[in-house]
């Protein structure tokens, strides 16, 4: 499998941020990817590079996911989530509609559960084959043992362990998408709360909005230079007065972060050095050029402690901080 010295990894991810990989190596099937991982243990697993922040000084090494393939459901890791969402449609199966536009590959899909306009992965998926890098075995978990949560699983509460391999989605046949959940989506398709629609409908309504937010990637776009949202929405007892909230399982809220650090006094646009917050949309923090790593954090650390001095909520971050924390 190709193997390389000395490459700059911030072209390599959606925020432009991060130093070299020592060595990289690339991994175009399942069992190349086993191979790698077992070789070098403490190596970074990349896919898309969407959801992660990787550190100024570099990474000694990368294991870059590229393998391909659709065999029915299964998806290989390497596969593009966006890619897979428009197939997928285009064959007559519904339940990704609410899930286009995301960025990153198939293998990282499962690791924070990707949700959008009230869809998740979870509802979608049978299961997860993956590599265990502590028993040294590969696995399939069904859905019921991936422990997805909101942004959350069994493969992000253990950094480092689980590497993916593939995933079998579990969707039907049909025209109509699923319920739509999520009030500005209704609206735009000019349906009810908990109504269906032509699923391809959905699929660009999402496509649409998520533009509109800078939430698809887009080289004329400088705020997709981002990590998606940065802050997940925290879930507490009671939401602040007028902060859109939505209740949770738990019993617990869950409120807009955007709204929260809106209303902390961090704007759309917000920032003057070259890291800020998007013009479009306060939850994401884009790179406006000649960034780094340390400005970005500083930024980030700067949005939290004034969510925090004002509401008392602590804010989490969604992207993965490669080798440091908030
Ligand atoms: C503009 C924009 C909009 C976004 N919108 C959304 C959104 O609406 N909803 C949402 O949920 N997310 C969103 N995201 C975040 C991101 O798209 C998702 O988290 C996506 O699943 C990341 O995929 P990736 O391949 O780029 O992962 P990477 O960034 O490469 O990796 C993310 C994490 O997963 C691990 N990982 C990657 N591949 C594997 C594998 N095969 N096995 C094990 N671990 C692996 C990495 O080590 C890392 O810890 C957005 C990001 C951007 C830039």
């Known amino acids: 499998m190709p193997s390389h010295t000395d490459v700059p990894l911030a072209p390599l991810t959606s925020l432009r941020l991060g130093g070299p990989a020592r060595s990289l190596v690339v991994c175009e099937s399942a069992a190349d990817l086993v191979e790698a991982v077992r070789a070098r243990p403490c190596a970074l697993v990349l896919g898309g590079g969407s959801n992660v922040v990787l550190p100024d000084e570099g990474l000694d090494e ?16 390497g596969e593009d989530w966006d890619e897979v969402v428009r197939l997928s449609l285009e064959q007559g199966y519904v339940g990704l509609e609410a899930l286009s536009g995301i960025p990153g590959t198939v293998g990282a899909s499962p690791i924070q559960n990707i949700g959008a306009y009230g869809a998740e992965l979870a509802s979608c998926i049978l299961s997860v084959r993956a590599f265990d890098r502590e028993s040294g075995a590969e696995v399939v978990l069904p859905a019921a043992a991936c422990g997805f949560a909101y942004r959350h699983s069994v493969f992000k509460a253990s950094p480092g362990r689980w590497v993916v391999l593939s995933v079998q989605l579990a969707l ?3 025209r109509l998408s699923a319920p739509v959940r999520y009030a500005e989506l209704a609206d735009c398709l000019g349906v009810a709360l908990g109504d269906r629609a032509p699923a391809a409908d959905v699929r660009e309504a999402v496509l649409a909005l998520r533009r509109r937010k800078g939430m698809v990637l887009d080289p004329s776009d400088a705020d997709s230079v981002s990590a998606g949202s940065f802050f997940t929405n925290p879930l507490v007892p009671m939401a602040p007065a007028g902060a859109p909230s939505w209740p949770d399982p738990s019993g617990l809220v869950k409120v807009s972060a955007a709204w929260l650090i809106e209303n902390s006094g961090f704007g759309k646009g917000w920032g003057e050095g070259p890291i800020g917050l998007s013009s479009k949309h306060t939850l994401a923090l884009v790179n406006r ?3 780094t790593t340390a400005e ?5 650390r700067a949005v939290r402690d004034g969510v925090q001095s004002t509401f008392g909520i602590t804010l989490v971050n969604e992207p993965v901080i490669v080798g440091g924390e908030l």
């Open 62 to 77: 990368v294991v870059l996911v590229r393998n391909r393939g659709v065999s029915g459901l299964e998806l290989q890791a």
């Open 172 to 174: 039907s046949q049909g």
């Open 289 to 291: 050029g000649g960034g």
């Open 296 to 300: 970005l954090l500083a930024v980030a």
